[in-house]
């Protein structure tokens, strides 16, 4: 199950670099729109922050520190600089993750989550709905730009 996991999250965040690289620029990757809280860039940034923290920070003990403020506040990134942020996640998904068997799933995650204990095979359940989410938020962006 570790492994099908860390498939689905990959594959995730391949489509998280061909959706910021369609953009048509690296301004319209910043561009507000009426009705939706974040642009693709912040997405983009949010995604990758989340997953090099949670995956590549507590799991792979990377030493990964997070700047979760930065992911939302940050404009005007080059796509360039947004994928090198989504390459990282992906290495950190890939070099966490490879290692482990599914006997992981079934002790707690490193750190409580929501100031609570969670299995580690919750918690990635929920990283990887949170990035399917997060992905279809991006997308749209993108197709209104």
């Known amino acids: 199950m570790i492994q099908d996991l860390k498939t689905v999250l990959l ?15 690296d301004a319209s990757l910043w561009r507000q729109l009426p009705g939706l809280a974040n642009p693709g860039g912040n997405l983009a940034l949010h995604l990758a922050g989340n997953l090099q923290c949670f995956i ?3 799991l792979g003990r990377t ?20 994928l090198q ?5 992906a ?3 890939e070099g966490a993750l490879a290692p482990l068997d599914d006997a992981v799933l ?8 929501d100031g609570r204990p969670m299995l580690t ?13 997060h992905l279809g938020q991006l997308d749209y962006h993108r197709r209104m730009i």
């Open 85 to 89: 942020e989504v390459d990282a996640a």
């Open 91 to 93: 290495r950190a998904v």
């Open 106 to 113: 079934e002790q707690p995650f490193p750190v409580p989550v």
């Open 11 to 25: 594959a995730n965040l391949a489509t998280l670099r061909r959706e910021v690289e369609q953009y048509p620029d």
């Open 56 to 58: 590549g920070g507590h």
């Open 121 to 133: 095979g919750l918690f990635l359940t929920r990283l990887v709905s949170h990035l399917g989410y």
């Open 63 to 82: 030493g990964y520190v997070r700047d979760r403020e930065r992911e939302f506040a940050a404009r005007d990134l080059s796509r360039d600089q947004v």
